[in-house]
């Protein structure tokens, strides 16, 4: 397949492949086990520097204990901190869950706010972890940009930029509102099975052929490759079997102060 040659025909079809190897909406491929808005904020925060597994294993007893975004407002941090222990970073997640809560409850009636501008204003929020809630919770247009999206999206040469909030405006710029919250957990799902930070693997990459970033000898077209070569290794297959996807958002080091 000759590349695509502008920047815009290659989101395109990069999304257009994508859709395909990891079909679904935001909703479906989130991996965080999750009731509500309430709870996915309460998970993503807790998602930080720990996996969605981990994270699912957590989240029962916390909600068990706190099913009202006014109960989490009203616990005792060393309560929450004895649940959240093992999703690392403890004590500044509690921090965050519990000025979220209270924050939601005193300023938003007790209503997690569909708004951005709302979201990002709740300890521990930042525009990332607000764009997951968007996307997932609500059906609404938001791309989370964490450490794998915004390396692959440069890589394919989908933007130039390092900020992440300037990587959200350049993919957003290409594809159309509502597949922004898919394309974003698309992109980790390949940066996790596939496109790797220090080696990405690109003979398994069905994005190759048009990428900027692939090896010469790996930029072929699927129905180019060598007798027998597989499109698509294992994992991939698996994901496409149905195996839960990993990360839904990204995976910064939580700070007492600091949104995510």
Known sequence: MARPRAVRDRARTVA????R??????????????????QLLAATILSAQCT?????????????????????????????????????????????????????VERF????????????????VGRKTANVVRS???????????????????????????DPVKVEADLCALLPPERWGAFSIELILLGRQVCAARRPRCGACPLADICPSATP????????????????????????RGAGPPSSDGRDQPRPGVPR
């Open 16 to 19: 257009r492949r994508l859709a």
């Open 21 to 38: 190897l990891y079909p679904g909406d935001a909703a479906s491929l989130c991996a965080l086990d999750h009731a509500g808005p309430y």
């Open 52 to 104: 969605d597994a981990r994270v699912n294993l957590v989240t029962p007893e916390l909600f068990a204990r706190y099913p009202r975004v006014e109960d989490l407002a009203a616990a005792d941090p060393g309560a929450i901190e004895q649940i959240v222990r093992s999703t690392g970073f403890y004590r500044a997640k509690t921090t965050s869950l519990i000025g979220m809560a209270r924050g939601v």
């Open 109 to 124: 009636g007790s209503v997690v706010p569909e708004a951005l501008e709302d979201l990002v204003t709740l300890p521990g």
């Open 136 to 162: 997932v919770a609500f059906g609404l247009p938001g791309l989370p940009v964490d450490t794998h999206v915004g390396r692959i999206a440069r890589r394919l040469g989908l933007t130039a930029e390092q």
């Open 217 to 240: 000898s790996d930029q072929r077209a699927p129905d180019q490759r060598a007798p027998g070569q597989p499109v698509l290794d294992p994992i991939l297959r698996a994901s496409r």
